[in-house]
């Protein structure tokens, strides 16, 4: 039996590595919003959007060049014919050829091109202020999701804690009964308060694998059985937004915001099809 080539034998662990490893590594915040942004099926077909605006572009400059149709013909005729010379019928062949070129070109069309382009052009920038605001949308989403499972996370691990503490407290409580130093009834306390913080503990570990779950839905996994995120410490940015005021966060949004730069783009796009119209 041969042997196997080493650089195969390289190229299979490798690839084996690989595929294992991406199942077991935790998902850091930058991870899952990259991937969401590359992955997301709405953010996919905005780019075709984007490149169907584009394609609508080159449409209308078109409109400003010629148009050029070449055209061409060849027939046959066999059979009884008049010779033209002798004026009598005969058998022959006959042969017949044509050709044609049309060349056309608009002058002046009531500037209907120029609005066409115009109205293309925004096109282009509408679609793109759309895919921009779809990435933003998710990005937000994904964030949102992202601490709610460190949220979840959190929790379940305080919850698992106090129920530690108080199952020591338990065990500790009835030493000190069996010898007769403490009295039963403080047993009975402590032993209820283990069973009130089991029960908190189990809602707190199903929000966990909701919130882990829903996020890897959000990301489209497959395998979210073994999907985890990361445990990172984020530093936490002071914000600055709480020293504007309400005015001066509106007109920030109104400059910045793509949702209201598409409504707006929108609006030039039906004005310049208005004129197309007229």
Not at 62 to 84: C, E, K, V
Not at 96 to 117: A, E
Not at 186 to 207: D, G, R
Request: with cysteine.
């Amino acid at each position: 039996m041969k042997k196997m080539p080493k650089y195969l034998s390289i190229l299979c662990f490798t690839l084996f590595a690989f595929g294992y490893g991406k199942q077991s590594v935790p998902w850091t915040l930058e991870a899952a919003v990259e991937h969401a942004v590359k992955n997301n099926l709405q953010i996919r077909a905005a780019y075709l959007d984007v490149i169907d605006a584009e394609t609508y572009k080159s449409q209308a400059i078109g409109n400003f060049l010629p148009s050029l149709n070449l055209s061409a013909g060849h027939s046959w005729n066999i059979g009884l014919n008049r010779n033209l010379t002798t004026n009598l019928l005969e058998d022959s062949t006959s042969q017949f050829s044509n050709g044609g070129l049309d060349m056309s070109l608009v002058i002046y069309n009531g500037r209907r091109n120029v609005y066409q382009l115009m109205s293309a052009n925004l096109g282009i920038l509408a679609r793109q202020y759309q895919l921009e605001d779809m990435k933003e949308d998710v990005m937000l989403l994904v964030v949102n999701g992202f601490l709610q499972v460190l949220f979840s996370k959190e929790n379940l691990a305080v919850q698992n804690k106090l129920l530690e503490v108080a199952k020591t407290e338990l065990s500790q409580t009835e030493t000190l009964v069996d010898a007769g130093v403490l009295p039963k009834g403080e047993l009975f306390e402590l032993q209820a308060t283990v069973a009130s913080q089991e029960q908190q503990a189990v809602p707190a570990s199903n929000n966990y694998e909701i919130a882990r779950i829903s996020l890897a839905q959000l990301l489209l996994i497959d395998d979210y059985k073994n999907f985890s995120i990361a445990d990172t410490n984020y530093d936490m940015v002071a914000a600055t937004i709480l020293d504007k005021s309400p005015k001066e966060l509106f007109e920030k949004a109104l400059e910045s915001r793509n949702d209201i730069m598409l409504a707006k783009t929108n609006v030039e796009i039906a004005q310049a099809n208005l004129k197309t119209a007229k």
